[in-house]
């Protein structure tokens, strides 16, 4: 499976660690939503349940974004894999995490139609129960969010099949559907406790590069959102 970048696509990102010091700033409060019901480990080993029973093992994750640099489960094999009719798209509104009320940011998610190149990230046999903890209670936290969980068509260099991921055409979330311009600018602008929307989107940016994956949308928004801190960012 082969994503030949354009010209020049193998240079250095624009968007840099000093852009992400210039922009980041410590904001306190909670991580997330204080009225969701969270999730503990009896929900998520039920939902892991549902999710997994007669699903392929060892169980393979779909891996787009914040996955591929920080899977924070145990990974017994990676490889390249295109999700079939899906593509990257900053359209989850955040006022929490990366974000707050007065500067929201905003959350990768996958959107129908396109292609996306991406990571199978196979959880290590032996782990099932604790992976599968960590990354359900990381990707999904509360039962406000518990249906955002999917197995999608994957093609591989082996064929296709179906792997396990978050966020696709997101349920129960009012999406943002901003032009890229706008997205730059949420993202160049957004703080949380968690940190902030431009080193989130650096981290991405930098995984994808590093697995040999160029994406045009991720490229652009990464380039719009240096020049969006580069234009306000140190100003006295």
């Known amino acids: 499976m082969s994503d030949v970048p354009p010209d020049g696509a193998r240079s250095a990102l624009r968007l840099t660690e000093d852009h992400v010091r210039r922009a ?11 009225n969701w019901r969270m999730l503990d480990d009896d929900d998520l080993d039920r939902l892991a349940e549902a999710l997994t029973r007669d699903r392929p093992h060892p169980i393979p994750v779909f891996a787009y974004g914040s996955l591929i640099w920080n899977p924070g489960f145990d990974v017994s094999a990676r490889s390249r894999a295109r999700a079939v009719g899906w593509h990257r798209r900053f359209n989850i509104p955040l006022d929490h ?11 990768l998610a996958l959107a129908s139609g396109g292609r996306c190149e991406g990571l199978i990230l196979e959880i290590a046999p032996g782990t099932e129960r604790d992976s ?10 509360a039962h406000e969010l518990a249906a955002n969980a999917r197995w999608i ?32 600018r949420r993202l160049a602008r957004a703080n949380g406790p968690a940190g902030s929307g ?3 989107l650096l981290r991405t940016a930098r995984g994808l590069q590093e697995a040999g994956i160029h994406d045009t949308y991720i490229w652009a928004l990464q380039e719009l959102v240096a020049d969006e801190i580069e234009s306000w960012a140190d100003r006295p």
């Open 24 to 34: 980041t700033r410590i904001v306190e409060g909670p991580r997330h939503n204080p």
């Open 97 to 107: 995490f990366r974000g707050t009320p007065d500067e929201p940011g905003l959350m």
């Open 132 to 141: 599968m903890r960590a990354i359900l209670s990381r990707e999904l936290v």
């Open 153 to 184: 068509e994957v093609e591989t260099s082996r064929g296709r099949s179906h792997a396990l991921t978050f966020y696709a055409d997101p349920v129960g979330i009012e999406l943002a559907e901003l032009p890229i311009q706008d997205q730059a």
């Open 198 to 200: 431009c080193e989130y």
